[in-house]
């Protein structure tokens, strides 16, 4: 799994992305984390068939004993189908994800972690230094979804909206945006549709 170091001051944002060894048929997601001493934060952890490769890489930034917070920015199983293992692995942690997927997100195993449900406005996840604002960003896709913004670092974690579908060997970092519109259009027409659509 490769990693790429986003931000470091007294805490550090990384980027997981772009796993060479994923199975065929699935998509590509990114995972993020703020290492922040003794507290931690994964961010949509991926799926349930990229959990080994995603601890590996994590393990290379923190101890298993400082990863202290996950955060699951909407439903979708390419984004926290893993929770059942990360339960098993992480069982002292909190899941910080949104309070409308709470049933479902059990499905995926939910024994150990405590769910901290967040609220249709907004929260903020504290760790050693970091806070982090979770964002209200209803229907991005999901009708139930936050990003995370760090305003000390300036970085938003906006989950799935820029996404596209793009080839297994794709820059992890769009430096063009007019050739990435193209890319990810038909996701954003099909997953994220207008008001008048919803009526």
């Known amino acids: 799994m490769k990693s790429t170091l986003l931000y470091e001051g007294r805490y550090k944002w990384i980027v997981f992305g772009r796993d060479p060894d994923k199975p065929e048929g699935i998509i590509d997601t990114n995972q993020y984390m703020v290492a922040d001493g003794k ?15 995603m601890l590996a890489a994590v393990l290379r930034y923190t101890d298993i004993d400082h990863l202290t917070d996950l955060f699951a920015s909407h439903q979708d199983p390419d984004i926290i189908s893993s929770l059942g293992l990360w339960d098993q692995a992480l069982p002292h942690a909190r899941l910080h994800a949104p309070w409308l997927w709470e049933g479902f997100l059990r499905h995926f195993g939910l024994n150990h972690i405590h769910y901290q449900a967040i609220p249709d406005e907004g929260a903020v996840i504290r ?13 991005l896709h999901s009708s139930g979804n936050f990003h995370v913004y760090d305003p000390v670092a300036k970085i938003l974690m ?20 007019a050739g990435h519109i193209p890319k990810m259009e038909m ?3 099909r997953w994220m549709p207008s008001n008048r659509a919803k009526q």
């Open 158 to 177: 906006s989950g799935d909206v820029g996404a596209a579908l793009e080839p297994a060997d794709a820059p992890m970092f769009v430096t063009d945006f």
């Open 127 to 139: 760790l050693e230094y970091a806070e982090l604002s979770l964002i209200p960003a209803h229907y």
């Open 187 to 189: 996701f954003h027409q």
């Open 39 to 53: 507290r931690s934060l994964l961010m949509d952890p991926g799926g349930i068939e990229i959990f080994s490769a």
